[in-house]
């Protein structure tokens, strides 16, 4: 038999329960059971959605990244040394966004969107979501113009276009980032806007990139995202998708931008961390099975926009770091799988002083001269295939005196080529300029010049163009193809600058003096 009594208090504890909904706006509680290491461990929020923000005490938000049976697990984005065990936890039924807009150019943030830079706060108007679906293939039209990343090595045999995904690997201290920095640097005056994202990176190596940026009039189109070494896993982890939200607020513009992950291993072992701490099962590498996911989410959102949809592009540059040139390890073939194309930067040739060391056999860019302009195409034509040959040449002939002279003709050409196409950091040169010099030595012209005298010659063979030959510069530009009078024109400035500044080999001094 029902007691009257249970039923009224039934009733009443149902009214009180829907009256705590109603004034607390579907807020539910639950109850921090531990936190270590930026992550903690709630009970109770048994309807809280994944990627979900909620509040812990003194206005600390968590972001829900684990949902199991009995609890959840939230990452905290602040100081979690100030949590303590029994703290009250509120869902917020909101997903975690962060501010966009064109106020961020110039600034240097956190991965929420707070300045570092000490300029003040940021005003923007529009805030994106951190994690969002990628463009579908019907919204998205064929790669077709390029990057122009103001190297030589790149632009000419692995180019890159707008809405690639073009990984940059090697090991650590072979030019990865200055590589980036260059392309970045390369944008002046033009329309491409730059996201730079700097992961696990030390304080003060971040602070010479931004100087580096200022120095040269760079900052100004760049926005730096920045979650250093010192900042919890969980900040680390979130960087590259707040970059390539700033990214998607520009392609949303109808604009071109950049975004540069530097590094997705960092990115990567932020995220085992994470996990670790959360008990998920790992796997190879110490790796939970969906790091693959990690990855391809974030970088299938750059893509280029066909015209219907605004016509703006996204492009990505992620960086991987290897140990000891190791590419089939786990993350590098990861990403190499993920992404349209590699440029991988060699510690052997680093060190033997080709800079940019780029690999051109294990480098690819499977948009190819689809992101170059038509005069490149037209001077690169088998410059890649040719030094390629020149390496594995050069590597066999070491051991023996006697060439044919088909083979010591590629070997000397191929040596001439390297080193025009060795370039210093912080001197991204114009495309017209590239196509001039590459010109030159596809055509021969340079055959006859001494490999030592390399170097000096484009130095001041540049400097003869701008002075002579400024109005052939300019045609290149802006009808981006060569001509035949325009071909001709770059062969007869080659060789007035050669005869003007009498660059020749030794041998063929002393055959003249001989003769």
């Keep these: 038999m029902i007691n009257l009594d249970s039923l009224a208090v039934f009733s009443d504890i149902t009214k009180r329960i829907e009256q705590f909904k109603l004034e607390n706006k579907g807020y539910l509680i ?70 966009v807009g064109e106020e961020l150019i110039e600034r240097v943030i956190n991965p929420l969107g707070q300045p570092l830079d000490g300029r003040g706060r940021i005003k923007t108007k529009k805030f994106y979501p951190i994690e969002k679906i990628a463009p579908g293939v019907t919204l998205r039209e064929p790669v077709n113009n390029p990057v ?68 040269y009039q760079a900052l100004s189109h760049t926005v730096v995202v920045a979650a250093n070494a010192s900042d919890p896993a969980s ?11 700033i990214g998607e607020y520009f392609l949303d513009q109808g604009k071109d931008a ?76 990861n990403v190499i799988s993920i992404t349209d194309g590699q440029i991988y930067l060699e510690s052997d040739l680093f060190y033997a002083g080709i800079r940019p060391a780029v ?49 010591k003709a590629l070997i000397e050409r191929g040596a001439r080529m390297v080193e025009l196409l060795k370039q210093g950091q912080f001197e991204p040169l114009e495309v017209e300029k590239q196509v001039a010099l590459i010109f030159a030595g596809t055509e021969g012209l340079l055959d006859d010049v001494n490999v030592n005298k390399m170097e000096e010659f484009e130095t001041k063979y540049l400097e003869f163009l701008d002075k002579f030959y400024p109005s052939l510069l300019r045609q290149i530009s802006k009808e981006k193809k060569l001509k035949t009078e325009v071909s001709e024109a770059l062969k007869r400035a080659v060789l007035e600058f050669k005869e003007k500044y009498g660059y020749t080999t030794v041998d063929q001094k002393a055959d003249e003096i001989s003769g």
């Design 258 to 333: 950049l975004v540069i992950y530097d590094d997705l291993t960092k990115h990567a072992w932020a995220y085992r961390e994470i996990s670790l701490v959360l008990r998920r099962p790992s796997g190879r590498e110490a790796y939970p099975g969906d790091i693959f996911y990690l990855h391809s989410r974030l970088l299938e959102r750059a893509c280029k926009l066909s015209k219907k949809y605004g016509g703006g592009s996204l492009t990505a540059l992620p960086i991987i770091e290897t140990q000891a040139g190791d590419l089939s390890a786990y993350i590098p073939t």
């Design 235 to 245: 900040w680390q982890y979130l960087a590259p998708y707040a970059g390539c939200a």
């Design 30 to 99: 639950g109850y921090l059971e531990k936190v270590q290491d930026g992550v903690a461990e709630i009970t109770g929020l048994s309807k809280v959605s994944n990627q979900e923000l909620v509040e812990f005490p003194q206005k600390i938000f968590g972001l829900v990244f684990n949902l199991e049976k009995d609890k959840v697990g939230a990452i905290v984005l602040g100081d979690w040394k100030k949590l303590r065990q029994g703290d009250e936890v509120l869902s917020t039924s909101e997903l975690l966004s962060i501010p």
């Design 148 to 215: 122009q990343t103001g190297i030589k090595a790149i632009d000419s045999m692995i180019p890159i276009g707008r809405g690639q995904r073009e990984l940059i690997i090697g090991d650590r201290g072979t030019g990865k980032t200055a590589l980036c920095l260059d392309t970045i640097i390369n944008q002046k005056g033009k329309d491409l806007i730059c996201i730079y994202v700097a992961i696990g990176q030390k304080s003060s190596r971040i602070a010479r990139v931004v100087d580096s940026l200022k120095k």
């Design 359 to 407: 690999n051109v056999g294990l480098s690819v860019s499977r948009v190819g001269g689809a992101a170059q302009i038509r005069a490149m195409k037209q001077v690169t034509g088998k410059l890649r295939l040719d030094l390629a040959q020149y390496r594995e040449l050069a590597a066999f002939t070491q051991f023996t005196a006697e060439l044919d002279p088909k083979t």
